[in-house]
């Protein structure tokens, strides 16, 4: 049986469970239970190579003595050991010595939460799941990668996880294009799932790692935080998965709650990959960690600051933004201002619709830039859809080989991109014209003419643009108020919507 098959009849058990209330909490039960199996069968490669190893977690409470055996406990017995015992203790790890998987492990079921309320349908998943998946099978475990992306694009369905996940094209272009070296430090400070680190473990891999030194060098590289518990809980497991050993580096917090100002010279970064959660708002007083000329509860924006900061002169990042940033003002032009006079905003490659689709119809581009030197000049890549492609969509998602243009097109920072030509698809705009649209990144492509388009689907897609982007007027407005008025300015400007929406 395939693990697509035996994931579908899992899900189709958990439907019947009073309990497990939508997809997301069907995942959420899925996850932490294919964590502890992925975690037990990694033991056994660990036991085999290491006569020293000692299991962080508890004999009894280990998937191989409780779970492993189909006849073992069920019903009212089995659901009152994982409610009474298995969350409590495993909640309450304790790290031994140096090894730090018992904190791992501990930080994973901080927030998990056993939904399911019968136990013969509990027993039935766990059966489900030990006779179907053998992580040490390397044919299985390639498999339950492609599955694992299956997981995070159901998980999309589900409705409210939009933020956290990133096609996997863009992921493998943008670690591509940086080009994270071996002992160079890689930074995710809203890492999600963990797309983009496992995209760098990847990379690593292939072009850097040669010997059982390098490896653990990788091991040391990979840092990312998410706030969040069920995509914390997805990261971690997905760095198993990836061969990580003591993923502790993925850190569950929210990167924004600490005072700019603390992040030290030693917690600079080499390399920044990243897809800030952006359209939504932080909660109160977290924008008092930033400088007061860079205050906004818009997300992404203080994610933009904070990646800024945190790279070490000569870092490098790639960075998923939405047009809203390009065009915005305000407290965004201060933000680019600062973007382009600390660092080298090189390259902005401008992504068509859909590419996200079906979460959002947002427009978004690929930032590229170095910190250590002022911008002189940005060059831009309008990335064209597929021959054939009128938008991306579910089952025709954005390929990594139609990148591949751009990559033959890149050339190398080191002598300024001297290989680099202008076409219909690239152009190169000089920073005094930047300064003189007052920071306005919006450039559109000077080579195409304005396109008159019929297509209803074309139609709808500008039509969601445009909404964002009124949006993110909205948004700026609020902040200029707040700014202006203090506390009031929300008020305002929810009485006046109020107002907009009753004459509608």
Same mark, same amino acid.
């Given at each position: 049986?395939?693990?697509?098959?035996?994931?579908?009849?899992?899900?189709?058990?958990?439907?019947?469970?009073?309990?497990?209330?939508?997809?997301?909490?069907?995942?959420?039960?899925?996850?932490?239970?294919?964590?502890?199996?992925?975690?037990?069968?990694?033991?056994?490669?660990?036991?085999?190579?290491?006569?020293?190893?000692?299991?962080?977690?508890?004999?009894?409470?280990?998937?191989?003595?409780?779970?492993?055996?189909?006849?073992?406990?069920?019903?009212?017995?089995?659901?009152?050991?994982?409610?009474?015992?298995?969350?409590?203790?495993?909640?309450?790890?304790?790290?031994?010595?140096?090894?730090?998987?018992?904190?791992?492990?501990? &930080?994973?079921?901080?927030?998990?939460?056993?939904?399911?309320?019968?136990?013969?349908?509990?027993?039935?998943?766990?059966?489900?799941?030990?006779?179907?998946?053998?992580?040490?099978?390397?044919?299985?475990?390639?498999?339950?990668?492609?599955?694992?992306?299956?997981?995070?694009?159901?998980?999309?369905?589900?409705?409210?996880?939009?933020?956290?996940?990133?096609?996997?094209?863009?992921?493998?272009?943008?670690?591509?294009?940086?080009?994270?070296?071996?002992?160079?430090?890689?930074?995710?400070?809203?890492?999600?799932?963990?797309?983009?680190?496992?995209?760098?473990?990847?990379?690593?891999?292939?072009?850097?790692?040669?010997?059982?030194?390098?490896?653990?060098?990788?091991?040391?590289?990979?840092?990312?935080?998410?706030?969040?518990?069920?995509?914390?809980?997805?990261?971690?497991?997905?760095?198993?998965?990836?061969?990580?050993?003591?993923?502790?580096?993925?850190?569950?917090?929210?990167?924004?709650?600490?005072?700019?100002?603390?992040?030290?010279?030693?917690?600079?970064?080499?390399?920044?990959?990243?897809?800030?959660?952006?359209?939504?708002?932080?909660?109160?007083?977290?924008?008092?960690?930033?400088?007061?000329?860079?205050?906004?509860?818009?997300?992404?924006?203080?994610?933009?600051?904070?990646?800024?900061?945190?790279?070490?002169?000569?870092?490098?990042?790639?960075?998923?933004?939405?047009?809203?940033?390009?065009?915005?003002?305000?407290?965004?032009?201060?933000?680019?201002?600062?973007?382009?006079?600390?660092?080298?905003?090189?390259?902005?490659?401008?992504?068509?619709?859909?590419?996200?689709?079906?979460?959002?119809?947002?427009?978004?581009?690929?930032?590229?830039?170095?910190?250590?030197?002022?911008?002189?000049?940005?060059?831009?890549?309008?990335?064209?859809?597929?021959?054939?492609?009128?938008?991306?969509?579910?089952?025709?998602?954005?390929?990594?080989?139609?990148?591949?243009?751009?990559?033959?097109?890149?050339?190398?920072?080191?002598?300024?991109?001297?290989?680099?030509?202008?076409?219909?698809?690239?152009?190169?705009?000089?920073?005094?014209?930047?300064?003189?649209?007052?920071?306005?990144?919006?450039?559109?492509?000077?080579?195409?003419?304005?396109?008159?388009?019929?297509?209803?689907?074309?139609?709808?897609?500008?039509?969601?643009?445009?909404?964002?982007?009124?949006?993110?007027?909205?948004?700026?407005?609020?902040?200029?108020?707040?700014?202006?008025?203090?506390?009031?300015?929300?008020?305002?400007?929810?009485?006046?919507? &109020?107002?907009?929406?009753?004459?509608?």
């Amino acid at each position: 049986m395939s693990i697509s098959t035996v994931i579908k009849s899992i899900q189709d058990i958990m439907r019947k469970d009073v309990g497990v209330d939508g997809d997301a909490q069907r995942i959420g039960q899925l996850v932490w239970m294919l964590f502890l199996k992925i975690f037990d069968d990694r033991e056994q490669e660990w036991e085999l190579f290491d006569d020293d190893y000692h299991s962080p977690i508890p004999q009894y409470l280990r998937w191989r003595n409780w779970a492993a055996d189909p006849e073992g406990i069920t019903g009212d017995e089995l659901k009152a050991f994982i409610d009474n015992d298995l969350f409590p203790g495993l909640q309450s790890l304790q790290p031994r010595g140096e090894d730090k998987r018992a904190f791992v492990v501990r &930080s994973v079921f901080e927030d998990a939460y056993n939904y399911m309320k019968s136990g013969q349908l509990l027993r039935q998943v766990i059966n489900k799941i030990e006779e179907g998946i053998d992580f040490n099978r390397s044919q299985q475990r390639h498999a339950f990668g492609d599955m694992y992306e299956q997981i995070l694009r159901d998980l999309q369905s589900a409705g409210n996880a939009g933020e956290f996940y990133t096609p996997r094209a863009v992921t493998e272009f943008m670690v591509n294009r940086v080009d994270p070296r071996l002992d160079e430090s890689v930074m995710d400070p809203a890492c999600g799932t963990g797309g983009f680190l496992t995209c760098t473990i990847e990379h690593k891999r292939k072009h850097y790692v040669q010997t059982a030194d390098d490896e653990q060098r990788l091991q040391r590289s990979i840092h990312g935080v998410e706030k969040k518990p069920l995509p914390h809980l997805l990261a971690t497991t997905n760095m198993i998965l990836h061969g990580i050993e003591v993923p502790d580096q993925i850190r569950h917090d929210n990167t924004l709650a600490r005072p700019l100002i603390s992040w030290g010279p030693k917690e600079r970064v080499d390399v920044i990959v990243a897809n800030p959660p952006f359209g939504g708002m932080e909660e109160d007083g977290i924008e008092t960690n930033f400088p007061q000329a860079f205050r906004t509860r818009e997300t992404a924006d203080l994610f933009m600051t904070l990646f800024i900061h945190l790279l070490k002169d000569g870092g490098r990042a790639a960075v998923v933004l939405p047009d809203g940033f390009l065009f915005g003002e305000g407290m965004k032009t201060r933000l680019k201002e600062k973007l382009l006079s600390e660092c080298n905003l090189h390259t902005i490659v401008r992504l068509p619709n859909g590419v996200f689709n079906p979460y959002t119809g947002i427009k978004t581009n690929l930032l590229f830039f170095t910190k250590g030197r002022p911008t002189e000049s940005i060059w831009y890549y309008e990335h064209p859809y597929p021959e054939g492609y009128k938008s991306y969509s579910k089952t025709k998602p954005m390929r990594f080989t139609e990148l591949e243009t751009e990559i033959d097109w890149w050339g190398d920072e080191a002598d300024g991109f001297a290989k680099r030509v202008e076409n219909e698809r690239a152009w190169k705009v000089g920073i005094d014209e930047i300064k003189a649209r007052n920071y306005n990144l919006d450039i559109k492509n000077p080579h195409q003419g304005e396109q008159i388009s019929h297509d209803p689907d074309e139609l709808l897609a500008k039509y969601e643009q445009q909404q964002a982007e009124i949006q993110e007027i909205r948004n700026q407005l609020k902040d200029i108020l707040a700014d202006a008025l203090g506390g009031s300015a929300n008020s305002a400007v929810v009485a006046s919507e &109020s107002a907009e929406a009753k004459q509608a």
